[in-house]
Each structure stands twice: as structure tokens, then as C-alpha cells.
């Protein structure tokens, strides 16, 4: 969700100049030693999405970290120590098999820079210290102008930001412009860095959207056989309208269709944003602990929930966005759940944690719960057996 301008207001003063300058050289760097990964790293990332010789397969999703938010006030650089902490207990704990960064991954709004992917880097580094494979979807801040502190516009002016040298490895007109980082640049910087990435550019004419993508997760007992498909959507917002348009569920229509024709292997779904939808669920039946807040949901339906309540292998729906919800709620035949709010980034400031998935392969079913930074779990619920 979006900050109140006060708060960006507040962040900058000129001793971020010296931060900016060591970032910005930090990733003109980072471009020109980082790996370069090529589609058979990708395929070896793909490889690992297979469901243990146990039969399980878990995900930790984290959500709503906001890495780089007022990257030049103390509190700001803490709360992303902090938010790795709470990322790395979690890992530590549930040791998932897998996870899944659900949108907000940083605070593009809050960085007076050209290339935000050395915070998404730091987001996702707690994951690829361990080994785990991940996947993102970008949320509503993650390529989100840079709002201009007010500040700069009085007496003393905007700072005297000393651009890199010529030579560097940073290209294009604009480097020391303040123009943010596009949704391409962070994904393709993600894929390009991290072979556990299985993240993915989808088709150009879901464009202005990005990050959709289906993934495969193979069974224990063959590689061919598919114990489960995972979506992930782009739900827009930051630098377009929070969305996910009709070409999208277009999308999603035919490549279900295509890869898993007679609905027989489960399918799960992943974006930032909740839908409508999720404002209209009683909550009655639903399983969580924190119920703080007004859904926030996309601006208009444009079709996706009506394939996904009709697609039998559909099971259930995971968003972030709305910090203080943490409920999963049955929805006609599937669940639409929230995570948790998993960064110290963000408003709010209900305890941290992460939901956990775990899907059981034989007979399918998928569970759930909430993993707390302090090691507590709670609202346990099935989703589907
Ligand atoms: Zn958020």
C-alpha cells in the first residue's frame, strides 16, 4: 500500500549524498563483475522445483519487505537489518523447499537512484545464502517513481549529487537522474545475478505487467510428472494502474488449458494485490490473526477471478499488500489468503512472520500456517485435501 507523502518528506537530507554516490558506484560495479547467467543456470533453478522424496514440497512466502525505504535516515538502513533477520529465522526454522518474494520488495519511491536492484539483491540474498530456490511478482512500490522530498524545492535547494565518472560501466543519458528502475531492469537483474532464480520475464503482450510465469513442480518419484502449477501475476501498480488486466486472464486461460488440459494437477496462484472480491468475503470462516484493516484491492476486475473460481484445479489465491491481514477465507471452492507482512519496511507494525505452505504430494493436499519472526506458529488451516 502507499505511504503518506509525510514520511517520504521526511527521509532525505543531504547526508544521503555520500550513500548515494557509494550505491550508485556499488552498482555500476555489481554490472559490470556481476555473473551472467545463462538459460541453463535457469533450467538447473527449475530442476530444483521437484517435491522431496518425503512427499512434500514447502514454500515460505515473504511479503512486503520494502527494502531501501528511507535509506538515508538511521531507522531506515535498521529496518532491512532487520527484516533480514526475520527472513533469515524463518528460513532457519521451517527450512522451506522454496519461496516465494509476493511483491513489495522494496520502496522504489524512496530512493534517490537509478538502479534499485541492489536492494532487491540484499532481499533476496537471506534465500540464496541457503540454497533455497525462489520466485517473485512485483507489488505496488517496487518500480514506483522517486517522490521528490520537499525540501529540495526550498532556500537550499537539491543536493549537489556528483554523477559517477564517464568511463564507468553505467550506460545510458540518464544515470544521474532519479528516474527509478523498471520492472524489466529489476527481473532481468534478478535472473541474470541468481541461478536459484526461477523468476521469469512473461510474454510482452501482458506488457505493461511483467512478472507472469507459470512454474512446474515436478513429483518426487518422476521428473516428468507434475505434482502442482504455481502462477505468478503481475497485479500492476507503482508505475501503472493495480491491475491485473484482461489479457492477463487471457493468458492464464490458454497456457492452463495447454499445460494441464483436463485440470487433473493443482494449480496455485500467486500476485500482490488482492482482488475485489476479497473485500466481499464474510469473515465467518476464515482462518487468521490479524483482521486490522480495510482489504485494499485492485481497481477493477477484469476477469481473472471468474476463470480461476470456475477451474477446478484451482486451490487457492496468496497476495501481500495489506500489512495488518494475515486471514485465508474459502471462497465458492477455493481459499483466497494474505500472507504476512514479513519486512520491518512499510507501515504497520504488527509482529513479523511468513506463511508457509506445504503442499503434501500423495494424496494432494495443501496446508498453511503463519511462522512468527519470534518462532510462534498459528492459524494453521487446510486449504485443499
Ligand atoms: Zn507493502
Known amino acids: 500500500m502507499i505511504k503518506p507523502m509525510f514520511m517520504e518528506v ?48 514447502k514454500i515460505a512466502l515473504f511479503a512486503d519487505l520494502h527494502f531501501g525505504e528511507a535509506e538515508s535516515l538511521d531507522w531506515g538502513p535498521q529496518q532491512d537489518v532487520n527484516s533480514t533477520r526475520v527472513m533469515s529465522h524463518i528460513l532457519d526454522q521451517e527450512r522451506p523447499d522454496f519461496v516465494v518474494y509476493l511483491g513489495d520488495v522494496i520502496t522504489a519511491n524512496n530512493m534517490p537512484m537509478h538502479n534499485a536492484s541492489l536492494y532487491w539483491d540484499q532481499a533476496v540474498s537471506p534465500t540464496r545464502a541457503r540454497g533455497i530456490p525462489w520466485a ?6 517496487d518500480d514506483a517513481p522517486f517522490e521528490w522530498p520537499i525540501e529540495w524545492f526550498s532556500s537550499t535547494g537539491i543536493p549537489n549529487i556528483v554523477c559517477p565518472a564517464a568511463d564507468n560501466s553505467c550506460s ?78 487471457e493468458w492464464f486461460r490458454s497456457t492452463s488449458h495447454e499445460v494441464n488440459p483436463d485440470s487433473r494437477v493443482p494449480e496455485i496462484i500467486f500476485w500482490h494485490i488482492p482482488s475485489k472480491v476479497y473485500k466481499k468475503l464474510g469473515k465467518k470462516k476464515c482462518v487468521g490473526s490479524l483482521f486490522e484493516e ?24 496468496f497476495v501481500g499488500h495489506n500489512h495488518g491481514l494475515d486471514w485465508c477465507c474459502p471462497y465458492k471452492k477455493l481459499w483466497l489468503c494474505f500472507a504476512r507482512h514479513t519486512g520491518y519496511g512499510g ?20 496446508k498453511s500456517w503463519i511462522r512468527m519472526e519470534d518462532g510462534q506458529i498459528h492459524s494453521q488451516v487446510i486449504l485443499a485435501s
Open 294 to 317: 480495510e482489504v485494499a484491492p485492485q481497481i477493477a476486475e477484469m476477469g481473472i477471478m471468474k476463470l480461476l473460481e470456475e477451474r477446478p484445479s484451482v486451490k487457492a489465491v
Open 172 to 249: 545510458g543519458d540518464i544515470r544521474c537522474g532519479f528516474r527509478g528502475t523498471t520492472r524489466l531492469e529489476l527481473m532481468r537483474a534478478e535472473s541474470e545475478r541468481n541461478p536459484l532464480s526461477c523468476s521469469e520475464i512473461g510474454p510482452t503482450q501482458l506488457w505493461p505487467g511483467v512478472s507472469n510465469y507459470v512454474l512446474k513442480l515436478s513429483s518426487s518419484r518422476n521428473s516428468k510428472d507434475v505434482a502442482a502449477y504455481m502462477y505468478f501475476l503481475d497485479s500492476g501498480g507503482g508505475s501503472y494502474p493495480e491491475i491485473v488486466s484482461s489479457a492477463q486472464s
Open 136 to 141: 517473485s511478482v512485483f507489488g505496488n512500490h
Open 10 to 57: 521526511e527521509f532525505f537530507s543531504f547526508i544521503s549524498l555520500t550513500l548515494y554516490q557509494l550505491l550508485l558506484l556499488s552498482i555500476c560495479s555489481l554490472n559490470f563483475n556481476g555473473i551472467q547467467c545463462t538459460e541453463a543456470h535457469r533450467t538447473n533453478a527449475m530442476d530444483h522445483l521437484q517435491v522431496s522424496q518425503k512427499g512434500l514440497f
Open 347 to 366: 507501515y504497520g507494525d504488527w509482529p513479523r512472520g511468513s506463511r508457509m505452505l506445504e503442499i503434501t504430494q500423495q494424496p494432494f493436499s495443501l
